[in-house]
């Protein structure tokens, strides 16, 4: 980042803890504009507001029904930023199917508007553990820990409900993760390979694991011994926009 890098200017004095700031980036190719989309969700309503490159202010967008949203990254695929959700009338929907509360959130960064992506059909009793959404090879990604299991779904087509799949489902007492302080530790998927192979990180602890598909074999690796350790996954993307105009 150098000092001339755009800088977007959020009125932090309006929001007051617990609030839901989520922001997303994206990149319109229909104008060649490269954007940030805020969802404001302090209110009963969800305010989606867009700034883009070269913008001197925050746009107003459009505005609709409030979500609890369960993380604050959006998911950018297909000229769409997603956020997972559920309505929050009632959350956290305590002795319900809590599955079938959850939807996504999808902003199209070309027409602006947004609509609701449909869930895997999946029946389940009880919560979902750290329900999350991510893109692999271009794809919508849905992953969550249910009982003893850890599955992860891909919309192969995005957009269209049948084309869900679930291609991770393994014993989660099969990964052996280290435990520190008695507290459990959810697996977080890294990175998809052509074949479908996962590979799995331990947010808390340094451990990896791959998940070999064809063999429906886990293989585990630990590269130092850290209580403190934090991973997270993104697309590498170079970017198309020059520090300076021409």
């Not at 008695?182 to 799995?200: F, H, K, R, Y």
Request: glycine share 6%; hydrophobic share 35%.
């Amino acid at each position: 980042m150098s000092e001339d890098s755009p800088r977007l200017r959020i009125p932090f004095n309006d929001y007051r803890y617990p609030c839901s700031l989520n922001f997303g980036f994206g990149y319109d190719d229909r104008s060649d504009t490269y954007l940030v989309v805020f969802l404001d969700n302090k209110s009963h309503k969800i305010e989606v507001s867009v700034h883009s490159l070269g913008d001197s202010c925050w746009r107003n967008i459009l505005s609709c029904d409030a979500l609890v949203t369960l993380g604050l990254s959006g998911a950018y695929v297909c000229g769409t930023i997603n956020w997972l959700g559920a309505p929050k009338s009632g959350f956290p929907y305590e002795g319900e199917n809590f599955m079938n509360k959850l939807k996504i959130f999808s902003y199209n960064v070309k027409n602006e508007k947004y609509n609701y992506l449909s869930m895997p059909d999946v029946r389940c009793e009880g919560s979902p553990d750290a329900p999350v959404i991510a893109v692999f090879n271009g794809c919508l990604w849905f992953s969550y820990r249910q009982g003893t299991r850890f599955l992860g779904w891909t919309m192969r087509e995005f957009g269209v409900a049948k084309s869900w799949t679930l291609l991770l489902n393994i014993n989660y007492e099969d990964l052996h993760i280290h435990v520190p302080y008695g507290m459990p530790i959810i697996p977080v998927i890294l990175c998809i390979s052509e074949n479908d192979d996962v590979l799995l990180g331990s947010y808390g602890t340094a451990e990896f694991f791959l998940y070999n598909k064809k063999d429906n074999r886990i293989d585990r690796y630990e590269l130092f011994n850290d209580n403190m350790f934090c991973c997270f996954s993104h697309d590498c993307v170079q970017s198309l926009v020059l520090p300076y105009p021409n």
